[in-house]
């Protein structure tokens, strides 16, 4: 049976995800420079925002492959009553296609950066713009819910 709210660790995980994905979105324009750098000279300046893009990729990674069990162990509360079925599909494709994105850059992130693949490093720039469209579906969905709908989903999440 499905529970009837996430728990406390979830909730925390997801924001805790938002957080870091936002920092590496802010961060975006001085890892491009150091990555463009190391394609020109073969080295990267910018040492310590580099590492803190690393790191929180690294963290994403562990973060949501937490989220990943948790989700198998505990279950995530199923769509409200009178939800149709078309928009409870839509909401789980959006949100299998969020952890597979978040999955896919730390992968191409890392295969361009530890591995100079420069095929992973422009996989990883389109999957980019790819999670900021599905963020935005996201928080709009998460919004319309609230404003629109009134229907208390997004309190699911606080």
């Known amino acids: 049976m499905p529970p009837a ?3 406390r660790t979830q909730i925390r995980l997801h924001w805790a995800v938002f957080v870091l994905i936002a920092l590496q ?6 890892i491009a ?21 690393v790191a929180g ?11 990943l069990v948790l989700r198998a162990r505990h279950g995530v509360p199923p769509p409200l009553p009178g939800t ?6 839509l909401a789980a494709l959006a949100h299998g296609g969020l952890y597979a994105l978040m999955l896919a850059m730390v992968a191409t ?3 361009a950066w530890f591995g100079g693949i420069g095929v992973a490093a422009e996989a ?3 999957l980019r713009i790819a999670l900021i469209a599905l963020i935005a579906l996201h928080v709009g969905a998460a ?8 229907d208390g989903v997004l309190a699911r999440m606080r």
């Open 25 to 30: 979105f802010i961060f975006h324009e001085g």
């Open 84 to 89: 149709p079925a078309a928009t409870a599909r």
């Open 124 to 126: 990883h720039e389109v």
């Open 143 to 150: 919004l319309w819910h609230h404003f629109v709908r009134r």
């Open 5 to 7: 709210a996430y728990s």
């Open 57 to 67: 990729g690294i963290a994403i990674l562990a973060l949501v492959v937490w989220r």
């Open 109 to 111: 992130g890392a295969l």
């Open 33 to 53: 420079e150091a990555w463009e750098q190391i394609e020109e000279t073969g080295a990267a300046a910018g040492g310590l925002l580099v590492l803190g893009h």
